[in-house]
């Protein structure tokens, strides 16, 4: 029996696809990331090598206004999209993923078709980073058990912060770039995610989601 050609295809791009570093610069924040054209520009020389490509499907999409800081419009656009990945003798593999983007012109779309394409091509691969942290790497002092339940006591100040669903899904939306997440809220005066107080919570999101 005849090995289905799209997973050795597969397994060829992913052992030759290397580290994807962060090689760009959001000139605003300050922040280095990796653009969706640094993914297309590793990964085409390979899958033209491997034959196998890529067919898009939009499942969803839906637009909304928003308002910048500035009061500018801002249209928001988020798309769930279906790619097929094909190989030459016709067998597939399928990925959904969803992008989001915003923009003051005609480009939101766009932004978003180009985030769900770069989180497909970096899951299905498993395009490895150079933010991958060993656990030995991090080192925690843990105060003693009746020292932190009093620390952990709820005041008035922690009804403020928001819940651990929203710090969840504040990673979540930044497809799980800790150093992007991190960037942003040194902007806003945070240190740690679960300081962040609610007031400031959208417009954190907001800014992450552009930046992703």
Sequence with gaps: MSETKIYSAINGIMSEIGVIGKGKKNQTQGFMYRGVDDVMNALQPLLIKYG???VPEILEHTREERTSK?????IYSVCRIKYTFYAEDGS???AVTIGEGMDSGDKSGNKAMAIAFKYACFQLFCIPTEDIKDPDADAHEVTPHKER???????????DTISAAQVKRMFAVSGENADLCRDILRKYGYEKSTDVKKAHYEAICAEIRQSA
Excluded: C, H, I
Excluded at 70 to 74: K, M, T
Excluded at 151 to 157: E, G, H, Q
């Design 52 to 54: 196998v490509f890529a």
């Design 149 to 159: 339940s009093a620390v952990m006591k709820p005041d008035a100040a922690a009804l």
């Design 70 to 74: 500035q009061g500018a419009a801002l």
């Design 92 to 94: 597939s593999v399928t």
